[in-house]
């Protein structure tokens, strides 16, 4: 990279980080992306979980190039008809368990927790919202406000005051479902906690959690920004689960790679957002036609082509390859993401920089600073999935 354009980066672009990765980007391609320099780089981290379709999908760039010259943003959300919309929403009812099937379409991850959020209130006519500890949510005011950090945490100590009404329970805590109430909302929920590291749900906990809001008329919303769209090994995790949420939050590889987010509903309660007021949600780009046409296309690519139905054999292929090395402690997995634990944060960020130099692109998580990442684009073959456990085991060699 050049000296020049390193500067300018630090100089122009806004930092939130002391330490940027600071990888120049020329081209990337399937499970790799490129430097100038020709330096290939397994990613392992899929833009955190959005590249499931791989990059540069040869489907997905040509749905966007035919939608960006038929036409682009014409007017704000919900007016005109749009097929690329029309088309992604339909196919996602059609994927769904019965009654999620209207489909709000918005730019991203927070934006989607908001109005899930919202409709919530608006349709319960209540106030409380329940979230779980080390939910990660995004990083708006009210996705913050249901991060469920304890009290006096930095992070959403430091923007306060949040949403009011607001209180976190234990994820797995079968026992705190109680505080789950008639002036219950809703209960935001990550099936698979993902920031926290990936925990999975405890057997039987999400039909608990469900039985809970259901005693209690509080709406259940799954957020599966990050392990929808096929990462868990089922196109969405609450298949996997065997829980049906009132509200789904998608994000993330919903857009095949293009900013796209979606609260999706039943139509009786998505239908309150059109009265009392009018315009109960409004978004100027929501559901932009060149993203809708990319998520279609990567939807439609992931089910011709059997994707996800692979996703399990493969998470388990990474799992059984890494689990003897002996800097493993534990493997957390759900389909194809992984957190990999060492149990140690200094040895991860030793661990970080031996990837970087041997070309592999890994994050640690954003409760968790012990593991590292595995989530790769989900086309991975077995052949590539060998090759970079050689190279991950050859830097946990060296620690
Ligand atoms: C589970 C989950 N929800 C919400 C978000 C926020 O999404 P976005 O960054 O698109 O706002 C993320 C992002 O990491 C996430 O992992």
Redesign the pocket.
């Known amino acids: 990279m050049s000296e020049i354009l390193r500067k300018q980066f630090l100089r122009h672009v806004a930092q939130t980080s002391p330490a940027p990765q600071l990888i120049e980007v020329a081209r990337a391609e399937g499970v790799f992306f490129y430097t100038p320099e020709g330096k290939p780089y397994y990613d392992l981290v899929s833009g955190?979980?959005v590249n499931n379709v791989g990059h540069a999908n040869p489907v997905v760039v040509e749905a966007v190039q035919r939608q960006a010259a038929d036409y682009m943003h014409i007017m704000v959300y919900g007016e005109m008809v749009e097929r690329p919309q029309v088309e992604f929403a339909r196919r996602l009812a059609e994927a769904l368990p019965e009654p999620l099937d209207t489909v709000y379409f918005l730019n991203?991850?927070?934006?989607?927790?908001e109005g899930a959020l919202k409709l919530a209130k608006r349709y319960t006519h209540r106030t409380e919202m329940i979230s779980m500890r080390r939910?990660?949510?995004?990083?708006?005011h009210g996705?913050m406000s249901m991060m469920g950090q304890p009290e006096g945490e930095e992070w959403k100590c430091a923007f306060r005051p949040l949403l009011p009404d607001t209180k976190a329970i234990e994820f797995n805590s079968f026992a705190d479902l109680e505080q789950i109430t008639e002036r219950t909302a809703c209960v935001l929920c990550?099936p698979v906690q993902?920031?926290a590291g990936v925990r999975v749900p405890a057997e039987g906990y999400l039909q608990a959690l469900r039985k809970r809001c259901d005693e209690v008329g509080a709406l259940l919303i799954f957020?599966?920004?990050?392990?929808g769209m096929g990462r868990a090994g089922e196109m969405f995790a609450m298949k996997k689960y065997g829980v049906t949420p009132d509200i789904v939050?998608l994000?993330?590889a919903l857009g095949g790679g293009m900013?796209l987010?979606a609260f999706i509903s039943s139509q009786e309660i998505m239908s309150t957002l059109t009265h009392d007021p009018v315009l109960g949600h409004i978004t100027t780009f929501g559901g932009h036609p060149v993203c809708c046409a990319a998520g279609l296309a990567a939807m439609k690519f992931l089910q011709d082509n059997k994707v996800v139905e692979d996703v399990e054999r493969k998470g388990a292929l990474y799992e059984e390859l890494l689990a003897d090395h002996p800097a493993v402690k534990e493997i957390r997995r759900s389909g194809l993401l992984l957190a990999v634990e060492l149990g140690e944060a200094s040895k991860l960020y030793r661990l970080i920089d031996l990837f970087i130099a041997e070309g592999i692109l890994s994050d640690w998580f954003?409760y968790c600073d012990t593991a590292f990442r595995i989530s790769p684009p989900l086309v991975i073959t077995d052949a590539e999935i060998k090759d970079s456990v050689r190279i991950i085991k050859k830097c946990l060699d060296r620690l």
Not at 135 to 140: C, E, I, R
């Open positions: 955190v979980s991203s991850g927070a934006e989607a927790v939910a990660y949510h995004g990083s708006t996705a990550e993902g920031e957020d599966e920004i990050q392990v939050c994000a993330k900013p987010g954003l």
